[in-house]
C-alpha cells in the first residue's frame, strides 16, 4: 500500500498537490488518454517553439512544471520524498517532482495521460498511430515510450524469450533531417522495453503510474546497470529509477520512435538546465562492439569515462604519428605508446602521464579511475565517382569546389597555362543537368544537386575513390574570388611546412559582413601564422589529415562547427596548422547567407558537444618573409 503525500507549495511554488488519502488498488480496462506538455512558467519561449515545432498537437494541454531551482529541497526530504546525497541537479530534481505530480494525478483521474516534454518532436501522424497501437495492447499495459533519448542505447525484447537488443541510433542524422522525420511513415511497433533513457514522451496507465511511484519514492542514490554501457550508471534523473524498473512492468517501447528530442543540455529547462558543465550528456559516437582482443589492440578510437560513467573526452584519436586527437588545446601535445597489453600517454614534455591496461575489451587505467571504451566514426555517405573531364598526366594537387551556375572557378584557372597549374580541378555540381553537361575546364566533373556540400564531398571520397593520390586537396567555396598562383602558392606552403591543415588569408581589408573571424585576416609580412583555426570556407588537407577529419563531413549540413573540431580531431598540433598570409582569397558575399533550410547554429553546437572541442581561436607563431 503507497501512503499518501503532501506536496505543499513551502517546498514547491510552482505545485500544490495534496494527496492525503492511500492510493487504492486499480483494476485498469480501456480508460480515456489526457494529453500534457510540460513547461516552466519562466520558459514560454519553450511552449512557443514545441507548438510550433507540432502544429497538429494542440491538444496537448500545458502543465506548469517544478521549478527545480524554487525547491526547498529539505522539506522535500522530510516530506519522504527524496533521499539527502542524492546527485541530482536541481533541473533534475523539478523534472522527477514535475513527472511525479502527474502520475499521481492519472491515479486520482483514473485516466491515462501522454506526457510530453517541451523539446519533443512529434511525427505529424503521432496522434493516429499512437491510438492505432494502443487499441492494440492487451488491457493491462502500464506505459508505452513514445520515443527515447537517440544519442543513448534502448534495450527491448527482440524475440521474446531467446534474445534482447540493444541499440542506438545515429542522433546527428536524426537532428538534421527533423522535417523528414515528421513526414516519415515508417510503420512502427510496439516492443516490450527493458531499458530506455530520456522521459520526452509516454503514455502511462493508473496502474502503471501507482507501480512507478511506489518504486521511486523516495528518490534515493542508487546505480542502474544498462546493457550498453560497460558500467553501471549512476542515477542522475528520474529516468534512470524508471529504466530500472521496465523489466518488472507492462512497459513498452515504440519502435522506430514516433518522437524524437533535441536533447540539448546547454538549452533544456526542465531536466538539465543546472547541470555543471563536466555532467551535461553529450551526442556520443557509437560504441564498438565488434573488435576482438588482437583488433583492439590497434584500434584507433576510444571515448574515456571516470569510475561515475561520467565522460570525461568523448573521442581520443591514437594518431598515426604518435600524436593524441581529440584532448583539449590547453593540453595538447600528448602522446600515445603501446607496450604490449598497456597503452601509455606522455605530455607534452614527454613525461609519463597515464597508464591504461586492456581488460575485458576495455583499457582500464591503473587504479581504475578512467575508462578508454572502444568507439566508432559515424560511416560516411554512399560513394560515388566523378566522370573524368581531361586526361592529361596527373598533378599532386587537387581542387575540389561545389559549384553553381554563378561560381568564380572559371576565375581560378586564369593567368595560368596548363604546364603551370599545379592543381588538378573537380567540380561537383549543384545546378541544372543542362548546365552541368557545359562545364568545361575541369579534369573531374559530377553532378550532385541533392546534396550540401560537406556530404557531398565526403561521398567523393570512399576508400576506392581516385582522389587517394593526391598529396594536398583544397576545398573552396565558390563566392570565393582567387587567382590560379595563390592557389599554386597554397599548395607549395603545404608541403614546404609540412602542413595537416590550412587556409588562404582573406584581405584585411575585407568588409566586416563578409568574414566571420580577425584570426583569418591577411598579417602582411609573413609567410604564414601557425594556428588552432582554419575556416570552413577554404581548408586545405594532407592527405593524412583528410583521412582523420572525413567522417565529420556528413555531420554538418551546413558547414558549421567542422572548422571547431578539425584541430581538435588533429589534436591541436603547434606547427601543422596554418592561415597562409602569403597567398589571399577574397570572399565577395556576406557570410551566412545561404542557409535557407538548414540549422546552422544546432549544427555547430551538436558537432562541439559530439567531439567534445572547444572554440579556440590561437595564434601560435609566425613564419615571416624574407
Known amino acids: 500500500m503507497l501512503r499518501g503525500w503532501l506536496f505543499h507549495d513551502s517546498f514547491c511554488p510552482s505545485l500544490i498537490l495534496r494527496w492525503d488519502s492511500p492510493v487504492r488498488s486499480i483494476d485498469l480496462e480501456w480508460c480515456t488518454v489526457r494529453y500534457h506538455v510540460l513547461n516552466l512558467a519562466r520558459s514560454p519561449e519553450r511552449l512557443a517553439t514545441f507548438r510550433q515545432n507540432n502544429p497538429e498537437c494542440g491538444y496537448f494541454a500545458a502543465r506548469m512544471a517544478v521549478d527545480g531551482k524554487a525547491v526547498d529541497k529539505k522539506a ?201 558543465p563536466a555532467q551535461q550528456p553529450a551526442t556520443l559516437l557509437p560504441e564498438e562492439k565488434t573488435l576482438d582482443e588482437e583488433a583492439l589492440l590497434t584500434h584507433p578510437l576510444w571515448r574515456c569515462v571516470n569510475g561515475d560513467g561520467q565522460v570525461v573526452v568523448p573521442r581520443i584519436g591514437l594518431l598515426p604519428d604518435g600524436r593524441l586527437g581529440g584532448l583539449p588545446e590547453k593540453v595538447s601535445g600528448c602522446s600515445w605508446s603501446r607496450q604490449g597489453q598497456y597503452l601509455l600517454f606522455k605530455d607534452a614534455k614527454n613525461a609519463p602521464l597515464m597508464k591504461f591496461c586492456l581488460q575485458s575489451g576495455i583499457y582500464k587505467s591503473e587504479g581504475g579511475a578512467e575508462t578508454l571504451v572502444p568507439v566508432k566514426d559515424f560511416p560516411l555517405p554512399a560513394p560515388v565517382f566523378p566522370s573524368v573531364r581531361s586526361k592529361g598526366p596527373q598533378r599532386r594537387n587537387l581542387v575540389i569546389v561545389r559549384a553553381g551556375s554563378s561560381s568564380l572557378h572559371p576565375q581560378w584557372l586564369e593567368g595560368l597555362t596548363p604546364e603551370e597549374r599545379e592543381w588538378d580541378l573537380c567540380v561537383s555540381y549543384y545546378g541544372t543537368e543542362s548546365e552541368f553537361l557545359q562545364l568545361d575546364g575541369c579534369e573531374y566533373a559530377i553532378l550532385q544537386n541533392k546534396e550540401r556540400k560537406w556530404p557531398a564531398i565526403a561521398a567523393l571520397l570512399g576508400d576506392e575513390s581516385p582522389f587517394w593520390h593526391y598529396d594536398y586537396v583544397m576545398m573552396p567555396d565558390d563566392d ?113 547567407n545561404n542557409y535557407a533550410g538548414l540549422t546552422p547554429t544546432l549544427d555547430e553546437k551538436k558537432l562541439v558537444a559530439l567531439f567534445g572541442t572547444g572554440k579556440e581561436l590561437q595564434n601560435y607563431g609566425v613564419v615571416p618573409l624574407g
Open 76 to 276: 522535500v526530504i522530510h516530506q519522504g520524498l527524496m533521499q539527502a546525497g542524492l546527485p541530482y541537479t536541481d533541473g533534475a530534481v523539478g523534472c522527477a517532482l514535475s513527472h511525479m505530480s502527474l502520475w499521481m494525478d492519472v491515479v486520482q483521474r483514473q485516466e491515462a495521460a501522454t506526457i510530453a516534454e517541451d523539446d519533443a518532436i512529434l511525427r505529424d501522424d503521432f496522434r493516429q498511430e499512437q491510438e492505432k497501437l494502443l487499441a492494440r495492447l492487451p488491457q493491462d499495459w502500464e506505459l508505452v515510450h513514445w520515443g527515447f533519448n537517440t544519442d543513448a542505447y534502448v534495450t527491448f525484447q527482440l524475440i521474446p524469450g531467446v534474445t534482447p537488443f540493444t541499440g542506438t541510433m545515429y542522433h546527428d542524422l536524426v537532428l538534421v533531417h527533423l522535417e523528414e522525420f515528421r513526414r516519415s511513415r515508417v510503420q512502427p511497433r510496439l516492443e516490450s522495453l527493458l531499458r530506455c533513457h530520456g522521459t520526452m514522451c509516454y503514455s502511462i496507465s493508473p496502474r502503471g503510474a501507482k507501480r512507478l511511484l511506489e518504486h521511486v519514492v523516495p528518490l534515493r542514490p542508487m546505480s542502474v546497470v544498462y546493457p550498453g554501457l560497460s558500467h553501471q550508471k549512476i542515477n542522475t534523473g528520474i529516468d534512470d529509477m524508471m529504466a530500472d524498473y521496465y523489466g518488472q512492468m507492462k512497459a513498452y517501447v515504440c519502435f522506430p520512435p514516433l518522437v524524437v528530442s533535441l536533447h540539448d543540455a546547454q538549452t533544456s529547462s526542465v531536466q538539465t538546465q543546472d547541470t555543471p
Open 480 to 592: 570565393l574570388a582567387m587567382t590560379g598562383a595563390d592557389i599554386n602558392r597554397c599548395f607549395s606552403i603545404m608541403a614546404q611546412y609540412k602542413l595537416d591543415l590550412a587556409q588562404p588569408s582573406l584581405p584585411a581589408s575585407t568588409p566586416s559582413t563578409q568574414y566571420s573571424h580577425d584570426l583569418t585576416l591577411q598579417r602582411a609580412g609573413n609567410v604564414l601564422r601557425y594556428t588552432s583555426f582554419v575556416e570552413v570556407m577554404t581548408p586545405v588537407f594532407s592527405r593524412e589529415a583528410l583521412r582523420e577529419c572525413l567522417p565529420s563531413f556528413g555531420l554538418s549540413q551546413s558547414g558549421w562547427g567542422l572548422d571547431w573540431v578539425w584541430p581538435s580531431i588533429l589534436g591541436y598540433p603547434k606547427n601543422k596548422i596554418a592561415i597562409i598570409d602569403s597567398a589571399v582569397a577574397y570572399h565577395t558575399r556576406p557570410v551566412g
